[in-house]
């Protein structure tokens, strides 16, 4: 089959790769009908991410439809179309038990395209499927629940949750790229009185009035925290979202919060970043951080059923999935090409009968 693999900082290939196989009971293969490429993709291109070897596969987002199963599998059939999480969960370890399925200690928490072959290519195996996979419901399509995968429960649990935002809060979004812009988009469901968006591209910021922002603030040309102070009576937000994942942009974020306020990181950070507790220890500033777990992935699959979110919004460019190298250049360049989400639709080629590939459990 094919797949997107990572040759090192800066290298990927769309090339041949061995068809994947059941190895535990526990897994599923899914073919893979729509995948998308996550700011975390282009990070592990720049070597941010040193546990990336050589030779995974990468991308940790998809849908897609099982055509095969392990024998311990039996809530799950062959056929069904799935929301394959970007969190896998063993379901057993101390953390999956608490609901804390990022930290998994059992084999499982972010794996994808990370410590084994993720999802940008045209058939994966997923493991401990059961408690890891989500089913499509009826009705909707791939595109409605793809982001389901990652930025929307990573923004509503790592940002909107850790940051405790409560109705009538002040919000400041630092990002409107996806996860900031999921932000925005989960945050309105605790109704606060005012969203900020603050960011350096205006296309990304009238983007972020689209999804709902009430103000939006341009750092590159406006000083940011003196409009925060002036719309806020001189206090400052109650909570800022960290959506970048740059130095200076978590910087911003502990200097636009009131006293008493917090700073909920969502982004992903490659260098060290300052952390002045010289200022922030008396203003009693609180700084959360996380890997999402996804445990709200079945409530915001709810809400998306029932039309209180449109994810389709995010899905600013499509390919099919042979042509993602050039996905890959317009995400990365979306100052320019203003690409917010790129949406990859699959259209794979049968795998190998079992009798002519790697000896695996047989599936049930």
């Not at 900082?9 to 899914?30: A, F, H, K």
């Not at 199963?69 to 101390?94: F, H, K, P, Q, W």
């Not at 500033?285 to 029932?306: A, H, M, N, R």
Request: with cysteine; charged share 20%.
């Amino acid at each position: 089959m094919k797949a997107l693999v990572y040759g090192g900082p800066g290298i990927r290939s769309w090339t041949d790769v061995p068809d994947p196989v059941i190895q535990e009971p526990t897994d599923v293969i899914v073919r893979i009908d729509s995948s998308t490429i996550c700011g975390t993709d282009l990070h592990i291109l720049k070597g941010d991410v040193p546990e990336v070897k050589v030779g995974t596969v990468l991308g940790h987002e998809a849908v897609g439809t099982i055509v095969e199963r392990g024998e311990a599998v039996t809530t799950l059939e062959v056929g069904d179309r799935v929301l394959v999480s970007c969190i896998t969960s063993c379901g057993r370890c101390r953390f999956c038990r608490e609901g804390h399925y990022g930290l998994c200690m059992g084999g499982g928490g972010w794996i994808f395209g990370h410590l084994i072959d993720g999802l940008q290519a045209e058939y994966a195996r997923v493991p401990f499927a059961e408690t890891s996979v989500y089913k499509v419901p009826e009705g909707l399509s791939d595109e409605d629940v793809l982001f389901l995968a990652d930025i929307l429960p990573t923004a509503f649990e790592v940002g909107v949750l850790n940051g405790k935002l409560e109705p009538g809060d002040t919000l400041v979004v630092v990002g409107a790229g996806p996860i900031g812009l999921a932000t925005i988009m989960t945050a309105k469901l605790f109704t606060p009185a005012r969203i900020v968006a603050v960011d350096l591209a205006d296309a990304r910021l009238e983007k972020a009035k689209e999804f709902g922002a009430d103000v939006v603030i341009n750092n590159g040309t406006t000083d940011a925290v003196a409009e925060v102070m002036a719309l806020t009576e001189g206090l400052g937000a109650d909570l800022a979202v960290e959506a970048v994942g740059v130095p200076e942009t978590f910087e911003l974020c502990t200097a636009l919060v009131r006293p008493g306020g917090r700073v909920a990181n969502v982004a992903v950070h490659g260098h060290p970043a300052t952390l002045h507790l010289e200022t922030l220890w008396i203003r009693d500033i609180t700084i959360t951080t996380g890997l999402v777990d996804t445990f709200t992935t079945p409530k915001l699959l709810k809400l998306i059923e029932e039309h209180r979110l449109q994810p389709r919004l995010f899905g600013t460019h499509h390919f099919e999935l042979d042509e993602i190298e050039t996905a890959y250049d317009v995400f990365a360049d979306a100052a320019t090409t203003e690409a917010l989400k790129v949406v990859l639709t699959g259209h794979p080629v049968e795998l190998e009968p079992r009798t002519a590939r790697e000896p695996a459990m047989v599936a049930g």
